[in-house]
């Protein structure tokens, strides 16, 4: 897979949209309760339901589970065309003329354009990782400085 710069794009804006739908369940739901250790057990599932929905997208889990969903099968018809039989044409005489001149044949790799595949993106998904890796480490040092 080659990662474009539109493939990060689309898997952030699907990540942030995810993320935010989670996030204003676990606020309606924390409203509603009075008790600050159940506010808190909603906010730490919504925060668990998060990790979970970006590993599960990360890993591909999407493309799986799409496949498990009964979809409508289309209708299959058949059509037939019925072609003209060919028309059959004299040669015009200057192309028969330049067939027998002779020619030059360059080899076939000449003949071919060349076509170079785009260069895949992975600037964005290495600053996602330095990121997490940046707030993960700042939280294990503040719990290990507040344990301490």
Same mark, same amino acid.
């Given at each position: 897979?080659?990662?474009? *710069?539109?493939?990060?794009?689309?898997?952030?804006?699907?990540?942030?949209?995810?993320?935010?739908? @989670?996030?204003?369940?676990?606020?309606?739901?924390?409203?509603?309760?009075?008790?600050?250790?159940m506010?808190?057990?909603?906010?730490?599932? #919504? $925060?668990?339901?998060?990790?979970? $929905?970006?590993? #599960?997208?990360?890993?591909?889990?999407?493309?799986?589970?799409?496949?498990?969903?009964?979809?409508?099968?289309?209708?299959?018809?058949?059509? @037939?065309?019925?072609?003209?039989?060919?028309?059959?044409?004299?040669v015009?005489?200057?192309?028969?003329?330049?067939?027998?001149?002779p020619?030059? @044949?360059? %080899?076939?790799? #000449?003949?071919?354009?060349?076509?170079? %595949?785009?260069?895949? @993106?992975?600037?964005?998904?290495?600053?996602?990782?330095?990121?997490?890796?940046? *707030?993960?480490?700042?939280?294990? *040092?503040?719990? #290990?400085?507040?344990?301490?």
């Amino acid at each position: 897979m080659n990662p474009s *710069l539109s493939f990060w794009s689309s898997l952030t804006g699907l990540l942030a949209t995810e993320a935010t739908l @989670v996030a204003a369940i676990a606020w309606l739901a924390a409203r509603w309760l009075r008790s600050p250790q159940m506010q808190r057990a909603v906010w730490q599932a #919504a $925060l668990l339901g998060i990790a979970l $929905l970006w590993v #599960a997208e990360l890993a591909g889990a999407r493309g799986q589970m799409a496949r498990w969903l009964p979809t409508e099968r289309p209708r299959r018809t058949l059509s @037939v065309r019925v072609l003209d039989a060919p028309r059959i044409e004299p040669v015009p005489e200057t192309i028969t003329k330049s067939l027998t001149e002779p020619f030059l @044949v360059g %080899p076939a790799e #000449a003949l071919l354009p060349t076509v170079t %595949p785009p260069r895949p @993106v992975w600037w964005p998904g290495w600053l996602w990782l330095a990121g997490l890796t940046l *707030l993960t480490g700042r939280l294990a *040092l503040s719990r #290990a400085w507040l344990m301490g």
